[in-house]
């Protein structure tokens, strides 16, 4: 690692203020012979550590099918669906109330928070989901989440949890996801078979190379391999998070991370947050309608920064969700901006040239005031 890349590097870890920590099955469970209480409580103690500094906190953990199934006394891990949801809906109980009672034990309040990849594709869903949990945090909350393998298929059968702290990063705007293993990072080749294989300590998320250096099975107990925690880094660079792959037993992990030091394999995030967020917008999304403004709402969307608010729109076209991605067009028809919209069509359509103060009165409720918040709208004029 260059000297440039080092100052890159421990900057990202201590400048990191809102955190997703995902810790694997085999060290929640010990290799599967039951939660590991005492290192349930090691992490619970640096989460709260790291609140008492200031930072925002987010746990996403496996455990909960092999929870279950220590519980239930399998052995092996089920094939069959409905025997691995049973498993998850016995193996959840233990597991919040783990969490609970050592975060707890810190002077730390938490919560269950179960998602599936669906709540996080479906645009009115994330943001609802967004909500709560940046009113957990607001909170000093530490929301503690697992994907809802009860009620769900594909996801058991497919899902891993590195993905999902990926999209939890996303969700929240994170600016570092730690993936917690029972690895000490990823290696240029498998050491067990290469002699030559060297440790990559830093590198760039995304980097085609880092997918051919990862894979292989991960244990008997969890689903993940290297490759998903590659591609999942991957994935949280996309809104501006870099991430670390470390071991989950190295002591004091997540302390020694935010001060700086880099602990296993750390995938920098090539852009900035805001960056990555308006390229996300800008280039991938597909547009489910319009909203058309006054010369006055494109001066100051374009001069001066501001938001959409509604009583600067004079039409709406097509049809969209509260969530989904719309233009922004000018008296003219030319598009000048697209972002996220607080209201689906059929409200902002009632909301043309109403100021914002009458929102509640006109709709029974008010999501924000503004149609599209300047922070989720991007010039593409």
């Known amino acids: 690692m260059n000297s440039s890349s080092e100052r890159d590097a421990t900057q990202a870890l201590r400048e990191a203020r809102r955190i997703v920590v995902k810790v694997g099955s085999s060290l929640v469970t010990n290799e599967g012979r039951g939660l590991d209480e005492r290192a349930i409580g090691e992490w619970s103690r640096q ?7 200031g930072r925002e906190v987010i746990m996403v953990s496996s455990g909960a099918i092999a929870e279950g199934m220590k519980r239930l006394g399998w052995k092996a891990r089920p094939s069959e669906l409905n025997e691995l949801q049973a498993a998850a809906a016995v193996g959840q109980m233990g597991l919040a109330h783990m969490y609970e009672t050592k975060l707890r034990e810190q002077g730390m309040a938490s919560a269950q928070v179960l998602l599936t990849h669906a709540d996080l594709a479906d645009r009115e869903r994330y943001l609802n989901a967004r909500s709560t949990l940046v009113t957990l945090l607001s909170l000093r909350v530490v929301p503690v989440i697992n994907e809802n393998d009860t009620v769900v298929n594909d996801e058991i059968k497919f899902g ?11 969700l929240v705007e994170a600016d570092l996801l730690v993936i917690l293993t029972d690895q000490k990072g990823l290696y240029s080749a498998d050491p067990r078979k290469d002699p030559e294989a060297r440790f990559i300590d830093v590198a760039r998320a995304g980097d085609p190379s880092l997918e051919q250096m990862a894979g292989g099975a991960g244990s008997s107990i969890g689903k993940g391999g290297m ?3 590659v591609l999942a880094a991957s994935r949280a660079a996309r809104s501006g998070a870099s991430t670390v792959i470390a071991w989950g ?3 004091d992990c997540l302390l020694r991370l935010v001060r700086g030091e880099v602990i296993g394999t750390l995938l920098v995030a090539p852009t900035q947050k805001s960056q990555a967020r308006k390229r996300w917008m800008a280039d991938h999304l597909q547009l489910r309608g319009a909203v058309t403004v006054d010369a006055g709402a494109v001066a100051k969307l374009r001069s001066d920064g501001k938001s959409l608010l509604p009583i600067g729109m004079t039409a709406v076209e097509g049809d969209f969700a509260r969530g989904e991605v719309i233009a922004v067009r000018d008296p003219a028809g030319q598009e000048i901006a697209r972002g996220l919209a607080n209201y689906a069509s059929a409200e902002a359509r009632i909301l043309c040239r109403k100021p914002s103060s ?3 009165k006109l709709l029974g409720y008010m999501a924000e005031p503004e149609m599209i918040h300047r922070t989720n709208l991007v010039l593409t004029r």
């Open 358 to 360: 009458e929102i509640e």
């Open 160 to 170: 891993d949890n590195d993905t999902l702290g990926a999209l939890v990063a996303n």
């Open 47 to 53: 989460l709260a550590a790291l609140a008492a500094d």
């Open 227 to 229: 490759i998903t925690k």
């Open 249 to 251: 037993r190295e002591p």
